[in-house]
RNA sequence: GGCGACAUAGCCAAGUGGUAAGGCAGCGGUCUGCAACACCUCCAUCACCAGUUCAAAUCUGGUUGUCGCCUCCA
């Protein structure tokens, strides 16, 4: 276990960077928002999914032992909406797109979680939540619908530094009569025409949006976690209705830390549907490795506003090529090198990637600085590219090899998937082309060039032998 | 209207008091049958103004600009 260097986190609720201390130690509880399944996921979707899977990573690769809950908001006005456009049920819909979601994130290299619960297989906890609000005072029951008393949670506003007077100032919907007080959330909801809906105590209907991610939480994590996620734009009003539902509920601290990732915008703007400048993962992956995608989200801070453009996918691949060009460059190396001693400069090196790999952990541990730790990476591409040769010792090579490939898998951008690629007609190919350019055949070495290119194979001649590679 | 964030080269992006990391693109080279890869070289004074300090991209005040939340949108 590696925590002897502490991590430090920008945690919403005190709006500074602190040092993570574990609830119990040498464990981590966290639970991050999930999408909500009425579509395919959307690139702005998959910015959380990609940070917080990469804060996770590093948490283990810390040493820590992390439970990792994510949730699949399953019943929604939108997926109802859907459902209804399409004839078919609402959980059709639901579980149609929970299984596209796993393909996309499978694709991004997301990390299943430990749990994946879904919204509509915990409704009974929701109930008894609901029940205990209500018990306790923080929550009534008006004409079907149920209520969470705002006012009477005390530290209501404490996440999104609101306070209440504010919010009733600023409110822009019509507010329903029913309610004690404006600010009043629901918690249950009844059943409208041709809904989905749920025995429960006060109606015919489905739980409200907030109260799913509070029981989830506390079923599969326990009343206090270490880390909550998502969004930002989940701070209010979602994050701060859990905090008011959890902390009336148990009474004790829901989440430790509060960590929430900037939005993805198009050409500078958010992205929407009514603006027709909405992605989603799936169609990007036709035109890129989703590799890329990840990269690309990992090259900026995660609490700073990222735009999504063409032109900077076509930099992040180049980028990310150049990162996996070096590894396949080792990994050749490591099969010609000899083992032999390390002489003095090698040594040397020896150290200096060591201390490359404390650089890389440094800007890890100071808020998951992705960005500045993917510039380790270059530097280590850079001494590996200049330094290292078929004349280096293999123990190097390969140490180096490991070195830089534990610090990509760490951020998930790479995938080894090279041996499945290789296949009879591309060798045979690459050697038939080895012989016309002995016999000076250019012509012809180019032709089968040109053949392994259309078929997305990409040739490159270098110093240590033929290298190929997908497009 | 209330609350908040941000402003670093053509593009992206680290850097929070000691004199600007890294990547992409581009220029000029080396290597190569060619191409690609790789390597070498070149490419910014940090939105603006004022202040604090021996010293500021980094702190303070102001100006301008961009963006977000206050609508069950990640």
Known sequence: MNQAKPIKLYNTLSKSKEEFVTVEEGKVRMYVCGPTVYNYIHIGNARPMIVFDTVRRYLEYKGYDVNYVSNFTDVDDKIIKKANEEGVSASEISERFIIEAKKDMEDLNILPATTHPKATEEIEGMIEMIKDLIEKGYAYEKGGTAYFRTRFFNEYGKLSKKNLEELEAGIRIAVSEEKEDSMDFVLWKPKKEGEPYWESPWSKGRPGWHIECSVMAKKYLGSKIDIHAGGEDLVFPHHENEIA????????????????????????????????????????????????????????????PINFSKELMESSKNALDRILTAINHLEELTKITEEKPLVE??????????????KFEDSMDDDFNTADAISVIFEMVKVSNTKLNKESSKTLIEETYNNISTLCNLLGIITKKKEELLDKEIEDLIEQRQQARKNKDFNQADQIRNLLLEKGIIIEDTREGIRWKRA
Request: no cysteine; proline share 1%; charged share 30%.
């Open 245 to 304: 539902q959890s902390e009336a509920a148990n009474g004790e601290e829901f989440a430790k830390y509060w960590l929430h990732n900037a939005f993805l915008n198009i050409d500078n703007k958010k992205m929407s549907k009514s603006e027709g400048n909405f992605f989603t993962v799936r169609e990007i992956s036709e035109k890129y490795p989703l590799q890329v995608l990840r990269f690309f989200m990992l090259s900026a801070h995660y609490r700073s």
């Open 345 to 358: 400069d090698e040594l040397k090196l020896q150290e200096e990637f060591k201390n490359y790999i404390n």
